[in-house]
């Protein structure tokens, strides 16, 4: 089994940057296919990136594809989220999760284990 824990969410103005980062432990993360995922107050789950075993693709909902860049440090046990050009819309709790299944799903009843999440808040 492998614990998640995000950091680097926080308050940022409309345009400004996050990178968010979820650290791995109890097994080496390069086992697992990683994805992000995020949650607005009242709405539904929502994927929004996701990273293969070694960092070769990637995967990402078109709401953020070209804002945000998900990446890896397996050395690391780390996996990461930039995000830039925020908008109001990006509002929301955001979680990483792991998977141990191939391909880079979007869906979150695919992956196996969940970070508790954080929250970012993007504000005009």
């Known amino acids: 089994q492998v614990q998640l824990v995000e950091s680097g969410g926080g308050l940022v103005q409309t345009g400004g940057s996050l990178r968010l980062s979820c650290a791995a432990s109890?097994?080496?993360?390069?086992?697992?296919?990683m994805g992000w995922f995020r949650q607005a107050p009242g709405k539904e789950r929502e994927f929004v990136a996701a990273?293969?075993?070694?960092?070769?693709?990637?995967d990402y909902a078109d709401s953020v594809k070209g804002r945000f860049t998900i990446s890896r440090d397996n050395a690391k046990n780390t996996v990461y989220l930039q995000m830039n050009s925020l908008k109001s819309e990006d509002t929301a709790v955001y979680s990483c999760?792991?998977?141990?299944?191939?391909?880079?799903?979007?869906?979150?009843?695919?992956?196996?284990?969940w970070g508790q999440g954080t929250q970012v808040t993007v504000s005009s």
């Open positions: 990273i293969s075993r070694r960092g070769l693709g990637t």
């Open positions: 999760a792991a998977t141990w299944q191939t391909g880079l799903p979007a869906r979150s009843s695919a992956y196996d284990y």
């Open positions: 109890g097994r080496t993360l390069s086992n697992y296919v």
